[in-house]
């Protein structure tokens, strides 16, 4: 059964940096090559694309809110995708999840993903 437990997440104020870590506590289950994501719910929105990564960690894309602001990154080896906040501005605040398929691309698109994390909040104060 694959499981993604996020964490990370909390209260800081605009304009710091934050970062979120997503961990895949049964590798075996995903595969070797699996495709991982991060997107976001804020209060009374829809969730919405943050930052995804390819398998091998060399193709990445990124929602237009936060391109040039956020940086997603992975580790196989200990089967962890990282994502790097800075210039937190309040509009970033949401409850933020991870999201695994098991292919070597998932893109932007909720529906490409199967697997999710149950999410961790990150508010950003002004």
């Known amino acids: 059964q694959v499981q993604l437990i996020e964490s990370g997440g909390g209260l800081v104020q605009a304009g710091d940096s934050l970062s979120l870590s997503c961990s895949e506590s049964?590798?075996?289950?995903?595969?070797?090559?699996?495709?991982m994501a991060w997107f976001r719910q804020g209060p009374g929105r829809e969730r919405e694309f943050v930052a995804a990564i390819s398998w091998n960690g060399q193709r990445s894309d990124y929602g237009a809110s936060v391109k040039g602001r956020f940086f997603i990154s992975r580790e196989n080896t200990k089967n962890t995708v990282t994502l790097h906040m800075i210039s937190l501005e309040p509009e970033d605040t949401a409850v933020y999840y991870c999201?695994?398929?098991?292919?070597?691309w998932g893109g932007g698109r909720i529906s490409e993903y199967e697997y999710w994390g149950p999410g961790t909040q990150v508010t950003v104060s002004s």
């Open positions: 999201a695994a398929e098991a292919t070597v």
């Open positions: 049964n590798p075996t289950a995903l595969g070797s090559d699996y495709a």
